[in-house]
């Protein structure tokens, strides 16, 4: 894990330098030579890229991700410890928003094929996919905060203003779940467990909740991994739309506003969050899967 | 439109508790997917997504008390400090947080007495005696004294912090020596206290706007023991001792800064609202869904409120447009060819439609702009300046060399790559093209990449924008003086310069006056390094019979201290 976030920090620490631009422009107040020089110097913006890159590293050891060329009051860990919560917070509600919606969902439209249950399960499916969060959150906001006023428009200080931002930004990965649902439901099905069972005269309710769901359920939870990694990371535009203060506000304006520090600290973190992530599914694989624990 | 906002409560978590009622009502009602054949079995299942929301929430109950007044600010403030800010949306937070001599008055924008009681000119309007207040205290309760005021000054021009608005106090003597390093000691800036309480101030020349400055918020005044003891992180450990009408409760990244009374300061009998939220929002529909909602209470600036709405919103009676100290601008790079020769940047000048802009595309109530120094300043008018004139642009396009536009070289026209930037740089293109046979190709760009553009005169012709610092014209004839960092065309004219410096020797009045518009002239009628394109209109939100204390003024100076809500919000 270390070599590849070294790499990663080593990428993105040449490449935000690369820009043109630098944090300290503004249209309002040119800065004087004076004033730039020691800017510079108070944040070493004045020595080689090599030794900049090498004191970064230096306090990356400390678990110090540098002071904000932009937010000078604040550090990065500070933002981090401000808004990381907050987004994954957000990201987990999401997570859960999409299994608990997208596995009734699947199984819906597994057990109603062929019928009308089926094809408006099927349907609503397709909208959740197909529609979004760029659309689906000012299409909710729209209607169940401005016009019903049931919900906050945004920001983020009850249980309440969670409710949106959840359902716009779980809505699609409910979809996806739903029909990975329905396709494992499908399969579980036309099994011969499922079949004796029927043969063996277990009741339309219990087949499908105790015999075929947990069958039905391998392709989700082999998605479960994936699907948190991208909920974690994907919350820019639900972030943005809602008022959030999360870390993807950051994770745009620190490189539009490059802020070298904010990005190569976010880009590490976001690079720890899905190593880990992926380290979790690994695990969970080999304990959920036979044929993996024994090689 | 149907408004669900909460009532106001000492706990503020409960403030939803108006939605609580509907969302529950709402809870008991089947939830299944109709049409489905199991909907007892699966039923139930339909509200886990609901319960996994109510109970995983803990993290985002509401935080103290509710608000007095929540105000939507703009972009998140880089810093709240003098010495960093750079922004508007800071500028508003920092004058409410640290005072400086004087102060803004919320009617006219223009300057009154602040920390200073009072202060005298020297007949060669030169020399300021200030005299401090003395019940003017922090908010800890310490008294101001004139070493605070020297610190807070004094730190604006210490090269060492890097201040990015310490130009203000270039006006006092030494002062840019000092920073610059050619003079070293603190002794020869014209800057010192008598006293405690009278301060003495010597400019390098008359400025009849320096009182006004001082209520500028790079001029407030910002407690040392704080700032020496906390450095960078003076505004975030802990509640830094203020000096102005509010002190700072909380700042929260993207989320809010609140601000409460000052019991402390001087006047607090006439700070109206004790509990102020600024939240920085930057995406027009949020804030105006978020005021619409009943969530806010006053949307602050026009880049706010989305511009497609604008025609709809100017319809409501909460919608003010005024006129406001900006001015929108296209800049030459003079150090390039053709650009280099004057006729050719008034034939430009004279081909663009600027009525056509305003009406059709910006549309928020902007005025056509003939000269830089937008209207309505006191004692000060500005020459007319161009207006279109299409024959007189192809005549003068000929006479440098481009009949018809032919043999002109390629040529760019730089922005910002925002929409409505866009939308005005089309229009430019077509304007030009039809009048005189020119095809500018356009070069939009990313923000930060924009301005190192400019700065660098990596450009032929780029849009840009002024708003003034203060009620002066000079607030905008001194970005083009040669060697001013913030020219960026390349253009430098002895004759304006000696104007402007001559200017600079004169006491107010008519004679200044004179040689400023002779300034002006020669920018705008003969020189043209910049083509104003048109002046500013100051746009906000807010329901006057809700909102008292904001007043429609030139430079939009609505100081917090005087806002306030009439009533339970909404």
């Not at chain 1, 979790?280 to 080999?286: F, R």
């Not at chain 2, 139930?44 to 007095?68: K, N, S």
């Not at chain 2, 998140?76 to 400086?100: T, W």
Request: with cysteine; charged share 20%; hydrophobic share 45%.
């Amino acid at each position: 894990m270390i070599p590849v976030l070294l790499g990663i920090s080593f990428v993105v620490f040449g490449m935000i330098r690369a820009a043109p631009g630098g944090p300290f422009d503004t249209a309002r107040a040119a800065v004087s030579e004076e004033a730039r020089d020691a800017l510079r110097a108070r944040y070493h913006l004045d020595e080689p890229v090599w030794k900049q890159y090498g004191r970064f590293l230096a306090q990356l050891v400390k678990g110090d991700l540098g002071p904000s060329l932009k937010y000078r009051h604040h550090t990065v860990n500070d933002v981090l410890s401000q808004a990381l919560p907050v987004s994954m917070m957000l990201g987990v509600m999401a997570f859960l928003f999409a299994l608990a919606l997208g596995i009734p969902l699947g199984v819906a439209a597994a057990v109603g094929r062929g019928r009308a249950s089926g094809w408006l399960a099927e349907s609503a499916i397709l909208l959740c996919i197909s529609i979004p969060a760029l659309l689906l959150g000012p299409l909710l906001v729209l209607v169940f905060a401005v016009g019903l006023g049931w919900f906050p428009v945004g920001l983020w200080n009850s249980p309440w203003h969670a409710v949106l931002p959840v359902a716009t930004l779980g809505i699609f990965f409910a979809g996806r779940v739903a029909r990975l649902m329905r396709e494992g439901m499908m399969d579980a099905f036309g099994s011969s467990f499922v079949t004796a069972a029927r043969a063996r005269g277990v009741g339309e309710g219990s087949l499908i909740w105790r015999h075929a769901l947990p069958i039905g359920a391998t392709p989700v939870v082999s998605y479960a991994g994936p699907l948190l990694a991208d909920l974690l990371t994907g919350s820019f535009v639900v972030e943005n739309v809602f008022q959030i203060p999360g870390i993807g506000v950051f994770m745009v304006n620190s490189a539009l506003n490059r802020d070298y520090t904010m990005v190569v600290g976010l880009v590490l973190v976001y690079a720890v969050l899905l190593l880990m992530l992926n380290l979790v599914v690994d695990v969970a694989y080999t304990v959920l899967d036979p044929k993996v624990r024994h090689g | 439109m149907r408004n669900r906002a909460p009532a106001s409560n000492p706990r503020g978590r409960a403030a939803w508790s108006g939605e609580g009622r509907d969302f529950a009502a709402n809870r008991g009602r089947p939830l299944s997917l109709c049409g489905l054949e199991e909907p007892r079995r699966l039923g139930g299942i339909w509200v886990l997504p609901l319960l996994f929301l109510l109970g995983l929430t803990p993290g985002c109950g509401g935080r103290g008390p509710a608000p007095d007044l929540v105000i939507i600010n703009g972009k998140e403030p880089e810093s709240l400090d003098p010495a960093v800010m750079s922004g508007e949306a800071e500028g508003r937070i920092v004058q409410a947080l640290f005072e400086g001599l004087t102060r803004y008055n919320p009617t006219n924008g223009m300057a009154e007495p602040g920390l200073a009681e009072s202060w005298t000119l020297s007949e060669n309007g030169r020399r300021y005696r200030f005299r401090l207040r003395s019940e003017a205290r922090w908010s800890n309760g310490e008294p101001i004294r004139t070493k605070d005021v020297l610190y807070s000054w004094f730190r604006m021009i210490d090269p060492v912090e890097g201040s990015q608005y310490s130009s203000p106090f270039y006006l006092i003597r030494n002062a840019e020596a000092y920073q610059t390093g050619t003079v070293k000691s603190r002794a020869e800036v014209g800057m010192k206290a008598s006293d405690e309480l009278n301060l003495e101030v010597e400019l390098e020349n008359p400025a009849p706007y320096f009182v006004e400055l001082c209520a500028y918020a790079p001029m407030a005044v910002v407690p040392q023991q704080s700032i020496e003891r906390h450095r960078s992180a003076w505004l975030t450990q802990g509640q830094p001792p203020a000096s102005g009408a509010y002190t700072l409760v909380e700042w929260r990244l993207n989320d809010r800064v609140r601000l409460r009374k000052n019991p402390h300061y001087w006047d607090a009998a006439g700070v109206k609202s004790t509990l102020i939220d600024l939240l920085p929002v930057t995406h027009p529909t949020t804030a105006l869904n978020l005021y619409l909602s009943g969530q806010a209470d006053v949307i602050w600036d026009k880049d706010l409120i989305p511009s497609d709405l604008v025609e709809t919103l100017r319809k409501r009676p909460d919608f003010h447009s005024f006129d406001y100290l900006a001015t929108y601008f296209l800049r030459f790079n003079t150090t390039r060819k053709p650009f280099h020769d004057p006729r050719v940047r008034r034939a430009l000048a004279l081909a663009i439609d600027k009525r056509r802009i305003v009406e059709q595309i910006t549309r928020g109530g902007e005025r056509p702009a003939g000269h830089l120094v937008p209207p309505g300043l006191p004692g000060y008018v500005s020459p007319p300046g161009l207006s279109v004139d299409p024959d007189r642009a192809r005549a003068l396009l000929a006479e440098a060399g481009f009949p018809g536009g032919a043999g002109f070289p390629k040529f760019h026209y730089h922005f910002d790559s925002r929409k409505s930037q866009e939308n005005i740089a089309v229009q430019i293109q077509a304007m030009w093209e039809k009048e005189l046979g020119l095809r500018a190709e356009l070069r939009p760009q990313e923000w930060q990449v924009y301005l190192n553009t400019q700065s660098q005169l990596d450009y032929d012709i780029s849009r840009s924008s002024w708003i003034g610092d203060y009620n002066d014209p000079t607030t905008f004839l001194d970005l083009f003086a040669g060697g001013n960092l913030n020219n960026r065309t390349g253009w430098k004219h002895e004759k304006y310069d000696t104007l402007l410096k001559r200017a600079g020797a004169e006491p107010a009045g008519p004679a200044r006056a004179e040689l400023l518009r002779q300034a002006e002239t020669l920018l705008v009628e003969q020189e043209m390094p910049v083509v104003p394109l048109y002046f500013y209109a100051g746009m906000q939100i807010h329901d006057p019979r809700r909102i008292e204390g904001i007043h429609p003024n030139l430079r939009a100076e609505h100081p917090l201290r005087a806002v306030a809500r009439r009533g339970a919000r909404r």
